[in-house]
Nanobody
Framework: QVQLVDSGGGLVQAGDSLRLYCTTSGRTFGIYTMGWFRQAPGKERECVAVISSNTDKSYYADSVKGRFTISRDNAKNTAYLQMNNLKPEDTAVYYC?????????????????WGQGTQVTVSS
């Protein structure tokens, strides 16, 4: 069982930066591919970024390419989402998620474990 705790959200202005954190207990963090998803009110949950278990592969949604960076520190059991040049349309609840193995997937159906979500609000 993997328990994820995501944090780091907040209220910022357009153009600002935020860094989200996803931490987990246990000694098996390094075998999971980690993803960040977001869900805005009235919209479906969408994949923002994914990083493979051994960090050699990553995926970004077109809407965040060049602005967001996903990373992880397996020694600290933590995944990160650095968000720069935030826009009002980035406003959403952000969730980290984990799936067993190294294969990247932007589909939420492939992730077995989820954090509780952290709110990101970007004002114009």
């Amino acid at each position: 069982q993997v328990q994820l705790v995501d944090s780091g959200g907040g209220l910022v202005q357009a153009g600002d930066s935020l860094r989200l954190y996803c931490t987990t207990s246990g000694r098996t963090f390094g075998i999971y591919t980690m993803g960040w998803f977001r869900q805005a009110p009235g919209k479906e949950r969408e994949c923002v970024a994914v990083i493979s278990s051994n960090t050699d592969k990553s995926y970004y949604a077109d809407s965040v390419k060049g602005r967001f960076t996903i990373s992880r520190d397996n020694a600290k059991n933590t995944a990160y989402l650095q968000m720069n040049n935030l826009k009002p349309e980035d406003t959403a609840v952000y969730y980290c998620a984990a799936r067993y193995g190294s294969e990247l997937s932007p589909s939420s159906y492939h992730y077995s474990y989820w954090g509780q979500g952290t709110q990101v609000t970007v004002s114009s």
